[in-house]
């Protein structure tokens, strides 16, 4: 079992009111945002890296008191854009960088902070607003692939709440609330396979970014379309899983669910089955975490309807673990302990990054993560990683990743 316990659906949880948004123009962010419009809640704070024309539509409408931008030189241009506006409120403060991000998670009078960042960068914050004992919507998973033990540590000394924003995730927390602990064996993720379901090892080989981006079922950013083309994302998933709901690794499978109407599955040792059903809309596990543990009534046009053609038909396979390596690479790094999970993820990132540039093929993605695997081994001496030593590990392995296949690129673009 895990060596910390799951908080995620144990803690007493009130509903959200006032919100911080970190990553507020992505599509994480945008739906959180629609949700706030739809049931009320008020916007504190927002964050993004820089689209700006996007953070200005959604400031003049949520008046926050507080936004943060990716650098000094977007802030300046923001600051510019604002200065004759009368839409906005006088007192708003504009920041940047990770010390903007961590003012946005710890802005007072905020209850909930919705992590939306992409990838490590959204760690610290998340840290910060853990420790002051605010309700988490997390669904930047990166933060637990890289810093679990830490993540569930701070959470449970602090009282914090970590309700996952993740379909797959939110459907299990769904599944297990009002369960005891050990009444259940097995958690079932599902995958709807991605674009290349089905495809060989040499087939995927020939494959185009645009490829990637051809999503079949969900609507995402361009890192997580390609990680979920790859299974990488599956792979970070079940790192996710295995923290959130104290999980053995080997309690947690993956089901290919093309269809994408079953979110997740959860059995128990009794025998029964559970599972959480809906169409592909993310904005159902964004109202499930901001409204916990009530329910906020949705127009029944949102309702999932069993009889609906498009429902007719409901599959599994086992995913293709020869020609997708990584859910086996996801496994071992696990297995491996200390901070070769944390070695997964950055390796992963910077693979995603130079296939999204066009400087690698697709198949390299996977080879790039088990070189650093294997190259990181070390790391799983590392039992008690602090924030710092995290960070060190980080920024070493993408300078690996990128001094090997793309030499002329900084790795800290990705920081």
Not at 118 to 141: H, M, P, Q, T, W
Not at 144 to 160: I, S, Y
Not at 314 to 327: G, Q
Not at 354 to 380: G, W
């Amino acid at each position: 079992m895990s060596e910390v316990l799951p908080l995620s659906y144990k803690s007493e949880v009130r509903k959200s009111s006032n919100l911080s948004i970190l990553g507020s123009t992505g599509s994480i962010g945008t739906q959180t945002l629609d949700v706030a419009r739809e049931c009320g809640y008020r916007v504190e704070a927002l964050s993004c890296n820089k689209n700006i024309d996007l953070l200005l539509t959604q400031i003049e409408e949520f008046q926050p008191r507080l936004v943060s931008v990716g650098d000094a030189t977007v802030a300046a241009e923001l600051k510019e854009r604002l200065r004759d506006s009368a839409k906005v409120r006088n007192d708003m403060e504009i920041m940047h960088g990770n010390e903007g991000n961590r003012a946005v998670a710890t802005c007072p009078d905020v209850d909930t902070v919705v992590a939306a960042i992409v990838g490590f960068a959204g760690l610290s914050a998340v840290l910060e607003a853990i420790r002051l004992g605010r309700k988490i919507a997390l669904a930047n998973k990166e933060t637990l692939v890289a810093a679990g033990k830490l993540v569930m540590q701070e959470a449970c000394l602090h009282g914090a709440s970590i309700i996952p924003l993740d379909s797959e995730h939110s459907a299990i927390w769904q599944c297990m609330l009002g369960r005891p602990e050990n009444s259940w064996r097995k958690i079932y993720l599902s995958c709807s396979g991605g674009p290349f379901r089905g495809y060989s090892r040499a087939e995927l080989e020939k494959v185009t970014l645009k490829d990637a981006l051809n999503h079949p079922t969900w609507d995402m950013g361009a890192k997580i379309t390609i990680d979920s083309a790859s299974l990488m994302n599956k792979g970070l998933e079940i790192i996710e899983a295995y923290w959130l709901f104290a999980a053995r690794e080997e309690a947690i499978d993956v089901l290919i669910h093309p269809q994408s109407i079953i979110h997740s599955i959860l059995s128990f040792v009794d025998g029964g089955v559970v599972g959480i059903f809906g169409s592909p809309d993310m904005k159902q596990p964004i109202h499930q975490a901001l409204a916990f543990p009530e329910i906020v009534e949705r127009d029944e046009s949102y309702a999932f309807d069993p009889l609906a053609k498009e429902n007719a038909e409901l599959s599994f396979e086992r995913p293709d673990e020869a020609s997708f390596p990584s859910l086996r690479l996801a496994r071992e790094a696990l297995q491996a302990g200390g901070l070769v999970p944390l070695a997964y993820n950055a390796a992963n990132e910077a693979a995603n990054y130079l296939f999204r540039r066009e400087r690698i093929s697709f198949v390299t993605i996977f080879e790039i993560v088990a070189k650093a695997l294997e190259e990181f081994h070390n790391l799983s001496n590392v039992k008690t990683g602090s924030y710092d030593d995290m960070i060190f590990a980080h920024e070493k392995i993408l300078a690996a990743v990128f001094e090997r296949y793309a030499p002329d690129l900084d790795s800290r673009l990705l920081l």
